[in-house]
């Protein structure tokens, strides 16, 4: 909720802030609050990434959502290292293209097609295939590679839904690499290392791993991927 819905509702500034000093509501950020409560079990089941794209959609105007690293947090896909700091929002364009908005926030201006719009605990965010689509326009790709291949493995999404926002995006910046990425993912990967190992062996020229066949190279030590050749020579 917003300052301003909260005062329409009946609430004075006064009693706005002394529910914030009691914990009854909690500042999610410049002009935005929530219940405690709501705020505590959603900023627990995505990592605060929900409970800042929340705030952030309260302020930007109707037809925002979530998307590109937030989109995927909020849908529990995994990222090549941290999420950066920033809240990224899509809305549709009204003239420009990618741009800042209010600090800390990165207001990407694009088609949203209903298919590509979701919710998530109330929140509206972009479809688990079309936050691959973007966050692999956009990040190097390797990074699109992780987030793929855990949408695809966690069966987030099929390659049908994928293939179907490339072919709506299909003019877009970064789609081409968004279509290798698309390519090259594999549901069987199932962490973040397996998909950057994949992309290792793709960049060295080796045969790919066989992500069904583990050894260990001790005892108790960590499990390996072993490659086709690899196997081939014992």
């Known amino acids: 909720m917003t300052t301003a819905e909260l005062l329409q509702a009946g609430l004075s500034a006064a009693k706005i802030r002394r529910l914030a000093r009691q914990g009854v509501l909690q500042p999610v950020g410049r002009g935005a609050y929530a219940r405690a409560a709501v705020a505590a079990k959603v900023a627990d089941a995505a990592g605060g990434q929900a409970l800042r794209a929340a705030a952030t959609l309260a302020v930007a105007g109707r037809g925002a959502v979530a998307s590109h690293h937030v989109a995927a947090a909020m ?22 293209g990618s741009r800042t908005g209010r600090p800390g926030v990165w207001v990407h201006a694009a088609s949203l097609p209903v298919q590509h719009v979701t919710s998530w605990h109330g929140v509206p965010v972009t479809s688990a295939a079309r936050t691959v689509v973007d966050v692999a326009r956009t990040s190097p790709f390797r ?21 179907a926002v490339l072919a709506d995006c299909r003019r877009w910046r970064g789609i081409q690499q ?22 290792a062996f793709h960049d060295q020229g080796l045969p790919p791993p066989d992500l069904t066949l583990w050894g260990t190279g001790r005892e108790a030590g960590p499990p390996f991927l072993l490659s086709p050749a690899e196997r081939c020579s014992g």
């Open 178 to 199: 968004a279509r290798h990425v698309v390519a090259f993912a594999d549901a069987r990967s199932e962490s973040a290392l397996e998909s950057i190992s994949r992309v």
């Open 75 to 96: 849908h529990g896909l995994d990222l090549l290292g941290r999420p950066p700091a920033w809240v990224a929002v899509t809305r549709p364009p009204a003239g420009g």
């Open 143 to 163: 990074a699109g590679v992780v987030v793929a291949d855990s949408a695809l493995h966690r069966k987030q999404t099929s390659r049908a839904e994928l293939q």
